[in-house]
């Protein structure tokens, strides 16, 4: 008797392509969040499957902190390009400049906070639904709690005592006026899942995923790259390293780790190895113990 078994991945993705199908049937404008990060990568080529021979039938949402890292927007160009996709572009500086979001102050401002802010605009002005996230429980105890389909009220907000129970793959997308929903199809991967994966569809990636040399300056046991808009404290200099990224956010905040993986079977090895989560580099993560969980009140992600 034939017998027809999924490997792990093979499961995490049709988790992911039911999840996408499940949305374009109960939402009427969804849209999926775009950094140009691997998560996001990776959701994107899901939701490519999900719908394919069609066209993706919905919009990437890129809120753009006008901090982002040259390399991330150049791929993000290149991939609405190749693929023909719908984008649209929330500015933080139009809503700095507009008084809704105030700049931080200090040596390495971080617009990260103020993300939330342009989102909750973002969605507010194409009345999105529906918002697709490439998070994972994996990444950061805040994000464990997630369901697929996250609630958020009307002010954007998550409450996590008015999240609707998922049993046996049913999912409620209910919701009133002004509320809308987070969803996230790849919730139950872990990153060497996306690495994984990654190498096996031989997705391609922006180069700062990569080994490569870099200017950068160690603040606190971060490695910051060099910037406009961070700046150098009492007895700091740049030097160059040879690094590479595990997560992707703004140049101000985003630490770098020294690595020679220069492909995708070495990342894999490092990953495997790694005794830090991929997180650990993330300096506005370290603002406090619960840094994560006050965004997410306030409408991030």
Same mark, same amino acid.
Not at 85 to 109: H, M, Y
Not at 163 to 168: D, F, M, S, Y
Not at 226 to 246: F, G, H, V
């Given at each position: 008797? *034939?017998?027809?078994?999924?490997?792990?991945?093979?499961? $995490?993705?049709?988790?992911?392509?039911?999840?996408?199908?499940?949305? @374009?049937?109960?939402?009427?404008r969804p849209a999926m969040l775009f950094s140009g990060g691997k998560d996001s990568i990776v959701m994107l080529h899901l939701a490519r499957k999900a719908f394919w021979p069609g066209k993706v039938p919905f919009p990437l949402i890129h809120i753009d902190t006008?901090?982002?890292? +040259?390399?991330?927007?150049? %791929?993000?160009?290149? =991939?609405?390009?190749?693929?023909?996709?719908?984008?649209?572009?929330?500015?933080? *500086?139009?809503?700095?400049?507009?008084?809704?979001?105030?700049?931080? /102050?200090?040596?390495?401002?971080?617009?990260?906070? $103020?993300?939330?802010?342009?989102?909750?605009?973002?969605?507010?002005? %194409?009345?999105?639904?529906? @918002?697709?996230?490439?998070?994972?429980?994996?990444?950061?105890?805040?994000?464990?709690?997630?369901?697929?389909?996250?609630?958020?009220?009307?002010?954007?907000?998550?409450? !996590?005592?008015? *999240?609707? +129970?998922?049993?046996?793959?049913?999912?409620?997308?209910?919701?009133?006026?002004?509320?809308?929903?987070?969803?996230? !199809?790849?919730? #139950?991967?872990?990153? =060497?899942?996306?690495?994984?994966?990654?190498?096996?569809?031989?997705?391609? $990636? +922006? &180069?700062?995923?990569?080994?490569?040399?870099?200017?950068?300056?160690?603040? #606190?046991?971060?490695?910051?790259?060099?910037? +406009?808009? #961070?700046?150098?404290?009492?007895?700091?200099?740049?030097?160059?390293?040879?690094? /590479? %990224?595990?997560?992707?956010?703004?140049?101000?905040?985003?630490?770098?780790?020294?690595?020679?993986?220069?492909?995708?079977?070495?990342?894999?090895?490092?990953? @495997? &190895?790694?005794?830090?989560?991929?997180?650990?580099?993330?300096?506005?993560?370290?603002?406090?113990?619960?840094?994560?969980?006050?965004?997410?009140?306030?409408?991030?992600?």
């Amino acid at each position: 008797m *034939q017998t027809h078994t999924l490997t792990h991945l093979k499961q $995490l993705e049709s988790e992911a392509i039911y999840i996408f199908r499940e949305v @374009a049937e109960q939402f009427e404008r969804p849209a999926m969040l775009f950094s140009g990060g691997k998560d996001s990568i990776v959701m994107l080529h899901l939701a490519r499957k999900a719908f394919w021979p069609g066209k993706v039938p919905f919009p990437l949402i890129h809120i753009d902190t006008g901090h982002n890292f +040259p390399e991330a927007i150049d %791929y993000r160009d290149w =991939m609405v390009k190749e693929y023909d996709l719908d984008l649209i572009v929330g500015s933080v *500086q139009e809503s700095i400049d507009k008084g809704t979001a105030v700049e931080e /102050r200090g040596v390495n401002p971080s617009r990260n906070g $103020l993300q939330a802010i342009t989102l909750l605009e973002t969605l507010e002005e %194409y009345n999105i639904d529906a @918002a697709f996230g490439g998070g994972r429980r994996d990444e950061e105890k805040a994000r464990a709690k997630e369901r697929f389909f996250s609630h958020r009220d009307e002010f954007g907000q998550w409450n !996590p005592k008015n *999240q609707r +129970p998922e049993l046996w793959t049913l999912y409620n997308g209910h919701y009133n006026d002004y509320e809308h929903f987070r969803i996230f !199809p790849i919730s #139950n991967w872990t990153e =060497m899942d996306v690495w994984q994966y990654i190498a096996q569809e031989k997705i391609a $990636l +922006p &180069s700062i995923y990569f080994a490569h040399k870099r200017p950068v300056v160690e603040r #606190n046991g971060i490695l910051l790259a060099e910037s +406009p808009w #961070n700046t150098l404290l009492k007895d700091e200099q740049y030097e160059e390293r040879l690094i /590479r %990224y595990r997560t992707l956010g703004d140049m101000t905040c985003t630490g770098a780790v020294l690595s020679d993986a220069d492909n995708l079977s070495g990342i894999i090895q490092e990953v @495997a &190895s790694s005794r830090v989560t991929e997180r650990g580099n993330r300096s506005d993560d370290k603002r406090s113990e619960a840094a994560m969980e006050e965004r997410k009140l306030q409408g991030y992600f």
